[in-house]
Structures are given as structure tokens and as C-alpha cells.
């Protein structure tokens, strides 16, 4: 057994996963090879879009905040490789808005792969919601969902489903409730006496 197996962690610090180094290494690696390439093709032949796939592994494995910080370091390594390949501009800013340009794109970039995984995670959610096994109460005929809660199956429908339930009545349940009150109808005009009251019951 290691020494680090009997250190003490420290409090509220939760040791990173040796997944998640492995990927922020792997992240890294690949952003410096892109911006090496970068430097050594020239500023004539535009490599932009390789610097997008650090980005957007970043944002698929480690989050939006890494994906965020992997947009700021991809913009400052392209300003690096530009200067280094012997760009040169009339004006010294034109150097930074040229870099807060694709720092924008890298950002957007982010934001469109976060907006598909949480489409992707909503559709799954849908699937696995009315897929499989639900637990279902033979008494009051509610639903049970992932999270443990028991609903209703119009409230499970609209928060699991993401329907539009709409308040209706069914073919068989009007016709029941249609037919007692044709019957209950009947029997009062049956019942009735000629002067459009119910008859009085004789008292004992």
C-alpha cells in the first residue's frame, strides 16, 4: 500500500480523478500541437479550425468551465503562433481584436455543444421516463420517477414527458355519465306528480 493511502485529504478539497488529469493533459497536449502547427505553417495558411477541437473536447469531457478556459488559452496561443510565424500589423490592437474575435467563435463554440448535450440529456431523460420499468401504485395510480417521487399520470406525463396535458372526458366515460343522467332524468318525469313536483313520501 502507498504512503498516500494513509495521508489525510484535505478538508473540503476533494482530490482530482486521475481520469480527469489525464484528460486535462491529453486537452493541453493536443492545444500545443495545434498551436506549433500553427506557428510553423505561417500566418498565410489559417489552421483556425484545428484550435476548435481542444475546445470542444474540453467542453464534451471536463464541462463548460473547462471548455471556457480552453477557449482563453486557444486564443492567446494563436496570438502566440501568429507573432511567432512573423505576422506583423499596421496597428498593435489590431493584434488583440483579431484574438478577441476568436475567443468569441471558441465561446460560441462552447455554447452550442453545451446546448446539444443538455437536448441530448432531455431526450434520454423522455426515454428512459417511458421506457423499461415504472413503478406503478395499484391504489391511487401514481408514478414513480428516477428521482423517487410518486405523480399522478397527468403530472408525470407534463413534467417527465414534457406534455401538454389537457383536461377531456373519454367516449366511455360520457356515455356513463351521460346515460346516469338521462336516467335520473327519466325517473324524476316518471316520478313527478301532475303538477310538476315530486310526490311527497308518506310519513308513518
Known amino acids: 500500500m502507498s504512503l498516500h493511502a494513509h495521508l489525510p485529504e484535505a478538508p473540503g478539497v476533494p482530490a482530482p480523478e486521475p481520469r480527469t488529469l489525464s484528460r ?4 493541453l497536449a493536443l492545444l500545443a500541437i495545434v498551436a506549433v502547427l ?9 489552421v483556425f479550425l484545428l484550435y476548435t477541437i481542444p475546445v470542444a473536447l474540453s467542453t464534451h469531457y ?13 486564443a492567446v496561443a494563436w496570438a502566440c503562433a501568429d507573432q ?3 505576422h506583423t500589423y499596421s496597428q498593435d490592437w489590431i493584434l488583440a481584436i483579431n ?9 460560441l463554440a462552447v455554447m452550442a455543444i453545451r446546448f446539444v448535450q443538455e437536448r441530448r440529456a432531455a431526450v434520454a431523460l423522455r426515454l428512459r421516463a417511458f421506457t423499461g ?10 408514478l414513480c420517477g428516477e428521482d423517487g ?10 413534467e417527465l414527458g414534457g406534455a401538454e396535458v389537457l383536461p377531456k372526458v373519454c367516449p366511455d366515460c360520457a356515455r356513463r355519465v351521460y346515460a346516469r343522467a338521462a336516467y335520473r332524468e327519466q325517473v324524476d318525469a316518471a316520478t313527478a306528480t ?7 313520501q308518506a310519513h308513518a
Open 99 to 107: 484574438a478577441f474575435n476568436r475567443l468569441c467563435c471558441f465561446l
Open 133 to 142: 420499468e415504472v413503478p406503478h401504485c395499484m391504489q391511487c395510480d401514481k
Open 149 to 158: 417521487h410518486w405523480r399522478t399520470p397527468a403530472v408525470y406525463l407534463s
Open 24 to 27: 486535462w493533459g491529453a486537452v
Open 84 to 86: 511567432w510565424s512573423g
Open 38 to 46: 500553427d506557428a510553423v505553417t505561417g500566418y498565410e495558411v489559417s
Open 62 to 74: 471536463l464541462g463548460v468551465r473547462a471548455g471556457v478556459i480552453v477557449s482563453a488559452l486557444a
Open 194 to 200: 301532475p303538477d310538476g313536483q315530486a310526490p311527497q
